[in-house]
């Protein structure tokens, strides 16, 4: 089974603060991705790479940036942490096809105070 | 643009009964349907998704869902719930054919199921 690691299960930062999610893909995925959850607004994308070094812009990306290296690893990178950030994030991964699945790691409850 | 609505925030349903999660979808052109599962404190897992073809998709834990292209839904169904079926249950769309959107979804707000002994 493909296995979708994100580095930290519970994080506590302050505001300000510059903030490193990292999420490793062990499937040799083309596509990996950065959703937020929020209670009632279910997942909105943050971010998603098609390739190496290649990123795009989702659907609410402002205050956030990332990186990809290498084909297994996408960070997400909060350079300057804000309390309406707090919320739970998801990095997923899938193959280059529309139609299939994606796997997603358990997510990273971020707070930020 | 694309979108995905779940008209309820909750569902409750007695052990043994049956089970239905609504969704309703908006995309330009054809859609590529997914069901994706949540239990508490774990990432999304897939369920089941439409593709092309018949219209009623079986899935895994004995979930199906039915594409109604009028009616732009994707209701899922359980005919005998379980205790265990108690979870966080998203609806996602994605376009067909469009490079731009390949694996990009959208995801609804989600519907919890709680399902009592």
């Known amino acids: 089974d493909v296995k979708v690691t994100q580095s930290s299960r519970y994080l506590v930062k302050r505001t300000g603060e510059k903030v490193f999610l990292e999420c490793v893909q062990d499937m040799d995925h083309e596509n990996m991705f950065w959703y937020r959850q929020d209670p009632g607004l279910g997942l909105r994308l943050i971010y998603f790479?098609?390739?190496?070094?290649?990123?795009e812009k989702g659907d609410i990306p402002e205050g956030y940036s990332v990186s990809r290296e290498k084909k297994e690893r996408f960070s997400l990178i909060l350079e300057s942490a804000s309390t309406n950030q707090t919320s739970m994030y998801l990095c997923a991964s899938s193959s280059g096809m529309a139609n299939e699945k994606l796997f997603f790691g358990s997510g990273t409850q971020l707070s930020v105070l | 643009a694309q979108s995905v609505a779940q008209p309820e925030d909750q569902v409750n349903v007695a052990e043994g009964n049956p089970l239905t999660v609504k969704c309703t979808y908006s995309?330009?052109?054809?859609?590529?349907l997914f069901w994706y599962v949540q239990y508490p404190n774990r990432g999304l897992q897939f369920l089941l998704k439409y593709i092309t073809g018949d219209n009623l998709v079986k899935g895994s834990y004995g979930f199906e869902a039915e594409f109604n292209k009028s009616q732009t839904s994707f209701h899922l169904k359980k005919p005998s719930a379980l205790v265990s079926d108690s979870a966080l249950y998203f609806c996602a769309v994605s376009r067909r054919g469009a490079t731009d959107s390949w694996g990009k979804l959208q995801f609804g707000a989600g519907t919890q199921v709680v399902v009592t002994p």
């Open positions: 790479s098609y390739d190496v070094k290649m990123k």
């Open positions: 995309v330009s052109g054809n859609p590529y």
